[in-house]
């Protein structure tokens, strides 16, 4: 099945009504490009993470039937959550895109990678790998029970 690519800025003007609604919004122009896809869609898994990357390779090993990988990674600045073995994964499991509200590293091999990424920056640090619970972290001057 062809995939029928239009610019965005033409997905824009024809469908004001959606912009106005908040159906349609546009991400703020802060993301770089990598990968050889300039430009891919698809279904949208998303993930939240900071400063760990074990549960974002956990999801690119499965198969990707063309989604997109949307990492929410905090914005920080101080590692990279995604480098060039997970992306070749991706890329190899079929998965259309990858983007990353965060750092990744090893931008040389993604960028000979057959997928998109978009991310805020590169970054030579890698991420701790300790797969942290989700829920959040707490802090309390007192003990408490549950």
């Known amino acids: ?14 469908n004001p009504h959606l912009i106005l609604s908040g159906e349609l919004r546009a991400l703020h122009p802060i993301f770089q490009i990598y990968g050889r896809r300039q430009v891919f869609s698809g279904p949208v898994v998303t993930l939240k993470v900071f400063e760990d990357n074990v549960l974002v390779r956990e999801f690119l090993e499965e198969k990707g039937y063309g989604r997109v990988l949307v990492v929410d990674g905090g914005g ?3 590692c990279a959550i995604l480098g060039g073995n997970p992306v070749q ?7 259309a895109g990858i983007v990353v509200n965060g750092c990744i590293r090893d931008v040389d091999e993604i960028n000979g990678c057959d997928i998109g990424v978009r991310a805020l920056a590169s970054h030579p640090m890698k991420a701790n790998k300790k797969g942290i619970d989700t829920d959040g972290i707490l802090v309390s001057r007192t003990e408490l029970t549950v």
Do not use: I, P
């Open 76 to 78: 920080s600045m101080r």
């Open 1 to 14: 099945m062809a995939v029928l690519q239009l610019a965005t800025a033409e997905v824009c003007d024809a």
């Open 89 to 95: 994964q991706a890329q190899n499991n079929g998965w």
